[in-house]
């Protein structure tokens, strides 16, 4: 026996297996714009937690080098007077 199949039988097959084409194609696109989506997600809290961190740190060091540039008047104005000078050079020995 035969297993052979009518035209309208084929003609279906054919019709079921574009459909399916069809819906994979579409789950396909899919998959890849949640997929871009959740990668966004979880990556645009990380960035901005460490734009956060740089421009702190940014402020620490501005901060740290104004306070170091406010000092130098007073080294300046030590170093006229000879007995700060002559301590200062004495107690590094």
């Known amino acids: 026996m035969c297993n052979v ?3 309208a039988a084929q003609d279906q097959i054919k019709s079921d297996v574009g459909a399916v084409r069809g819906q994979l194609g579409s789950a396909a696109v899919m998959g890849v714009l949640v997929w871009q989506r959740a990668r966004n997600i979880l990556t645009q809290p990380i960035f901005d937690q460490l ?6 740190k940014s402020a620490g060091i501005e901060s740290y080098f104004q ?6 008047p ?3 104005s030590l170093s006229d007077r000879p007995e700060v000078v002559s301590d200062a050079h004495y107690s590094s020995l």
Request: aromatic share 6%; charged share 10%.
């Open 5 to 7: 199949k009518t035209g």
């Open 51 to 56: 734009t956060s961190v740089r421009a702190s």
């Open 67 to 72: 306070f170091m540039c406010s000092l130098i």
């Open 74 to 76: 007073t080294a300046n």
